[in-house]
């Protein structure tokens, strides 16, 4: 019978064993997206580094325009056109106009920018203006996007394509990030065979090392995956002992349920030191944790709805921790479209699908997987409710980006 930890605490052990990431090293701007930024980073210039137009038309001073109408247009000098790429070498004078397109540098003493469509081209030096503008009426000032000296990034945080726009707009080519974290993924059991392949008699694919690999790519970090490993505890021993020579956090899949076959607990006790056996979780309660060669070990369930939720739970986290991310799950709350009946005596774990703001509970037996994928997030019930009320709002945890 398990000794089972509660998910709180389990949580806190976990996180507990492992060390603060701390090895970063610089990567190019053109590698960086997924990685995890090692320090803050601060924007070395103004960005736009100068005033600049945001429309085809005349750059002006404001006061030059204030009371000008399709009766009465104000007559502006025309002193040329500022070309693209180049700053104006002169500055506007009082009653004084300069023809520019989207994006051109604003001249020293115009403050606006009054659209083509607005003005006339009689063919003299003369331009007509038929409406007013405000000051800084079509223009981006310089520093509007980005103050020099201001965050960008915040140490901790995943890079993104969007990211990446903002500094390669600021020149900025490198970036010190995290170390990445690669996880060995083994799955066990004689009845287990490739994804790729056919089952037969009672032989089921192997799902769990192609999902937990998956998983980890979503955390960030490299998946390892190695051949399936039969109950055999001295292929086990061995194939952990070589993955830990070669990655810095182990999934190991199967076998982890109190029998004759327990091979993964024996192996993680003969190879390190386990720290729990068990969860006062469901599903999932059969899971184990342990320290080997000072590496974080994990021993997951066999069904792949199990596997999937506990990594989630308790192994992204810590793979968050070695990766120096410090996001928060996201979250969103919602009323509950039914009863949700609860009495294990440990917390349980509810898919839902989300319906305009109403989560639906999807009830599935054990082993059953289609309910990851119609899944969009999922409900924590505690321990000690009860179940959850139909109508009662509810924080469901997302599953998907799009939701």
């Given at each position: 019978m398990l000794n089972v930890t509660e998910p709180g605490p389990a949580l806190e052990l976990i996180l507990g064993n492992i060390t603060d990431a701390i090895c970063t090293e610089p990567?190019?701007?053109?590698?960086?997206?997924?990685?995890?930024?090692?320090?803050?980073?601060?924007?070395?210039?103004?960005?736009?580094?100068?005033?600049?137009?945001?429309?085809?038309?005349?750059?002006?001073?404001?006061?030059?325009?204030?009371?000008?109408?399709?009766?009465?247009?104000?007559?502006?000098?025309?002193?040329?056109?500022?070309?693209?790429?180049?700053?104006?070498?002169?500055?506007?004078?009082?009653?004084?106009?300069?023809?520019?397109?989207?994006?051109?540098?604003?001249?020293?003493?115009?403050?606006?920018?009054?659209?083509?469509?607005?003005?006339?081209?009689?063919?003299?030096?003369?331009?007509?203006?038929?409406?007013?503008v405000s000051k800084l009426e079509n223009v981006n000032s310089r520093g509007d996007d980005v103050r020099k000296g201001s965050t960008l990034l915040k140490k901790g945080t995943r890079i993104s394509s969007r990211n990446v726009a903002v500094l390669a707009a600021l020149g900025i080519a490198n970036v010190r990030v995290y170390k990445e974290v690669s996880a060995g993924i083994i799955s066990t059991g004689d009845e287990l065979v490739e994804y790729t392949e056919k089952p037969a008699g009672a032989q089921i694919r192997n799902i769990n090392s192609v999902m937990l690999a998956s998983q980890v790519r979503e955390a960030g970090a490299i998946p390892v995956v190695y051949p399936i490993v039969k109950d055999d505890f001295e292929l086990l021993k061995r194939t952990i002992s070589s993955a830990l020579s070669e990655c810095d956090l182990l999934l190991i899949s199967g076998g982890s349920s109190v029998g004759e076959k327990d091979n993964t607990f024996k192996a993680f006790a003969e190879l390190g030191e386990v720290m729990f056996?068990?969860?006062?979780?469901?599903?999932?309660?059969?899971?184990?944790?342990?320290?080997?060669?000072?590496?974080?070990?994990?021993?997951?369930?066999?069904?792949?709805?199990?596997a999937f939720f506990i990594f989630r739970l308790f192994a992204a986290p810590a793979i968050n921790k070695m990766l120096g991310i410090k996001a928060p799950e996201k979250s969103t709350e919602c009323i509950l479209s039914a009863n949700i009946p609860s009495n294990h005596g440990r917390e349980e774990i509810m898919p839902v699908r989300i319906e305009g703001g109403v989560a639906v509970p999807l009830h599935s037996r054990s082993g059953m997987v289609s309910v990851l994928s119609a899944a969009d997030g999922y409900i924590r019930v505690p321990r000690d409710a009860e179940g959850l009320m139909k109508g009662s709002p509810v924080k469901v945890f997302l599953l998907k980006d799009n939701t």
């Open positions: 990567v190019s701007l053109g590698n960086s997206l997924g990685r995890i930024c090692a320090e803050d980073l601060i924007s070395p210039e103004d960005l736009p580094a100068f005033s600049r137009s945001t429309v085809d038309g005349y750059a002006v001073c404001a006061d030059d325009t204030y009371g000008c109408s399709d009766s009465i247009p104000a007559m502006l000098i025309c002193d040329g056109e500022i070309k693209m790429g180049e700053l104006p070498s002169a500055a506007l004078k009082k009653g004084h106009c300069m023809r520019i397109a989207t994006g051109g540098g604003l001249p020293e003493g115009a403050d606006a920018v009054s659209m083509i469509e607005y003005t006339d081209d009689p063919g003299d030096e003369f331009r007509y203006v038929y409406k007013p056996h068990g969860i006062s979780i469901k599903p999932g309660k059969p899971t184990i944790f342990a320290m080997c060669a000072g590496k974080p070990v994990f021993g997951l369930p066999g069904h792949p709805q199990a």
